[in-house]
């Protein structure tokens, strides 16, 4: 099968390290699976004073934003990433979390349609990821090309509700399927813009070379070893994590951190006026991937409990090594992890209810958290990036068959 894959974040030569490249795995497992894939990437750029004035305060704004930027305009460019064929044509707007002018969308079109020709590339499906520019984008492709489309939200789509208005709606009815990153973000969906018959899930996975040791022989005699794995930005309360270590029953502990941002001071500040927490707190900064995995095979606890988190593969890898992982209720895993059961469920940000769980934790019996690790880790091997990949495939198989659409 021939795949457009549309997308405002992919992973490239001049991409910052932050972004996400979920989108990236699906289209390497796709050509595993012997299917063409072309990857046209629409990141935003903006007008040069944008970048001078963001680049004083760029980890303030991250925080702020909960996500990384860029920090210099990307530039049109045809690269190959890991054997995926990257098609980058940013797309020029003043504001942030605004609509694009429809003469950029017309032209980004027109760039789109060119390279699909000189490549000689006839998609049978166009496939959408993230809601703006790309809903405005495929559903004109799929006019222009006939052929079926469809996009994942990454968000509840309140915001794109909020850019295109009355208009919304009708762009969503000309989709052929719409995919959601968590059962949390399709319920807040349809509380906007009612339900949709076309709707699936679509969840990230984890390589299947993070999973081959994941049988690990836990004791559990002590619970002390606590970390975090995630930007150091405000909606992943990092430092409420250590307010809560600190208030609870457990006396002697260590909070490892990973990662980066701006969130790192307040860490940081604390320490200084407690000079007594440069024992238990280490910030390890932004560590390869392999050591991450090593870090939380040493580790009992995982915590992260950030609202408006899409998905979240770290809690995956956390699961498959055993940890006992502590996730946001109401987010994205809210129904992967159930509480108790394989892990634990916290309101975002909630130091006091964070406090309790982790109470409750320290005065489980050896059993009972070996029970909990296993669970996870059976939960964690059912995600693997093979298995994600080919679910979503099958949902896209669907549109393309005549006879479903």
């Known amino acids: 099968m021939n795949i457009a894959i549309v997308t405002p974040i992919y992973p490239g030569p001049n991409v910052p390290s932050g972004f996400t490249p979920v989108v990236h795995y699906f289209a390497k497992e796709w050509m595993k699976m012997g299917h063409n894939i072309k990857v046209i990437s629409l990141p935003s750029t903006f007008p040069s004073l944008y970048y001078k004035v963001s ?3 760029i980890g303030l704004i991250e925080s702020i934003n909960g996500h990384s930027i860029n920090n210099t305009p990307p530039r049109q460019d045809v690269y190959n990433w890991e054997g995926v064929s990257v098609s980058q044509y940013p797309m020029l707007k003043y504001l942030p979390h605004m609509r694009y002018h429809n003469k950029v969308v017309n ?3 027109d760039k789109i349609l060119n390279r699909l020709e000189e490549a000689d590339f006839t998609p049978d499906v166009i496939v959408g990821h993230w809601e703006n520019p790309t809903i405005e984008v495929i559903t004109r492709l799929k ?4 052929v079926p489309c469809s996009v994942v939200f990454h968000s509840d789509g309140s915001n794109f509700k909020q850019i295109y208005g009355t208009k919304a709606k009708e762009m969503l009815l000309n989709l052929d399927l719409i995919g959601f990153r968590s059962t949390a973000n ?3 969906f349809e509380i ?6 076309n709707t699936f899930l679509c969840y990230s996975g984890v390589p ?5 040791s994941s049988n690990y022989d836990r004791s559990f005699d002590s619970i002390n070893s606590f970390i975090f794995v995630g930007s150091l930005i405000r909606r992943k309360f990092p430092y409420e994590n250590l307010i809560a270590l600190l208030g609870s029953n457990i006396r002697e502990f260590e909070y490892k951190v990973i990662g980066s941002g701006f969130e790192s001071n307040k860490i940081k500040q604390l320490i200084q006026k407690q000079p007594v927490l440069k024992h238990n707190v280490k910030l390890y900064g932004r560590i390869p991937r392999e050591k991450v995995a090593e870090e939380l095979a040493r580790s009992d606890v995982f915590i992260m409990i950030s609202k408006s988190e899409v998905f979240g593969l770290v809690y995956l890898e956390a699961m498959s090594k055993g940890c006992i992982t502590i996730a946001s209720k109401g987010e994205a895993f809210d129904g992967i992890i159930i509480d108790g059961v394989n892990g634990f469920l916290c309101a975002p940000g909630n130091v006091a209810e964070l406090t309790t769980i982790l ?6 019996s050896k059993q009972r958290l070996i029970e909990i690790s296993k669970n996870a880790i059976t939960t964690a091997t059912k995600f693997t990036d093979e298995n994600v ?3 979503y495939l099958e949902h896209i198989k669907s549109i393309t068959n005549p006879s479903k659409r």
């Open 55 to 57: 680049n004083r305060f």
């Open 192 to 197: 906007n813009f009612g339900a949709f018959s």
């Open 359 to 364: 109470n409750r934790i320290v005065s489980m």
């Open 389 to 391: 990949a080919l679910d």
């Open 208 to 212: 299947k070379e993070l999973l081959k």
């Open 186 to 188: 399709r319920h807040k």
């Open 107 to 109: 032209s980004t079109i």
């Open 143 to 146: 006019t222009i090309l006939n």
